[in-house]
């Protein structure tokens, strides 16, 4: 009796109850996969709920903190411009009138300066302390 081995038998192409034995086989086969990506899943959307938050503070406090130099920098460096720009403009105006020493403009400059920046912090300070419409 030959065997033809061209054909494949009724019980190895699932037609017969090894079907059901294959089938559940191979979703049991298959559980390693699934429990993997179940934890993969779980374990991403952790991150995002945890680390998302976490990255976004990060780098609002690095940017903020480099604002801030920068903002403090310009300041600064406006504050050494203004006061130049009118040590220049009293000297001038001083050589108009005819009553230069040595020294006056520098301190006359100071004292603008430090009136702009005195009238600035009332300003705010009072602004701070407004009380806001009921």
Excluded at 71 to 79: E, K, M, N, R
Excluded at 85 to 108: C, H, P, Y
Aim: net charge positive.
């Amino acid at each position: 009796m030959a065997v033809d081995l061209s054909q494949p038998s009724a019980a190895a192409n699932g037609s017969t109850s090894g079907s059901l034995k294959r089938t559940t086989s191979a979703s049991s086969d298959d559980w390693p996969a699934q429990a993997a990506d179940t934890i993969v899943k779980v374990v991403g959307t952790v991150r995002d709920r945890t680390t998302g938050p976490a990255i976004t503070a990060s780098r609002g406090a690095v940017y903020g903190t480099l604002a801030a130099i920068l903002g403090v920098t310009a300041l600064v460096l406006l504050s050494i411009v203004a006061v130049r720009a009118i040590v220049l403009g009293v000297e001038a105006l001083l050589d108009v009138l005819d009553i230069d020493r040595a020294g006056r403009s520098v301190w006359i400059a100071h004292l603008l300066v430090g009136l702009l920046f005195s009238l600035a912090g009332l300003a705010l300070w009072r602004k701070a302390w407004a009380h806001p419409a009921r």
